[in-house]
């Protein structure tokens, strides 16, 4: 088996420049990640089971702003967080 190994020469001024890129790049990554760790994304089933509503009702909760929500395609998703609130709210009121 051989391996055919190319080297290519750089200036260090452009290998410390492409470095550093990299390395925000890294930071940034592990910040996204770190901050999707930290919220889960509830499904319409997930969200209807929690509340005890139906799937009309969770529709009307979108339509007049009182759930905040995210879609993908023809999907709904929604901050866990976001539900934690409004049950919340709702013991709050009662």
Do not use: P
């Not at 290519?8 to 410390?16: G, M, P």
């Not at 994304?41 to 995210?70: A, F, H, P």
């Amino acid at each position: 088996m051989e391996i055919d190994m190319e080297i290519i020469a750089i200036e260090k001024k452009t290998y410390e420049l492409m470095k550093n890129r990299f390395e925000d790049f890294v930071k940034q990554v592990e910040i996204l990640c770190n901050n999707n760790q930290k919220m889960e994304w509830l499904s319409n089933g997930q969200v209807c089971e929690m509340l005890n509503i139906s799937k009309r009702t969770l529709q009307s909760y979108r339509d007049n702003g009182t759930l905040s929500y995210s879609q993908i395609g023809h999907k709904c998703y929604y901050k866990q967080s976001d539900i934690e609130n409004l049950i919340e709210q709702s013991q709050i009121k009662k």
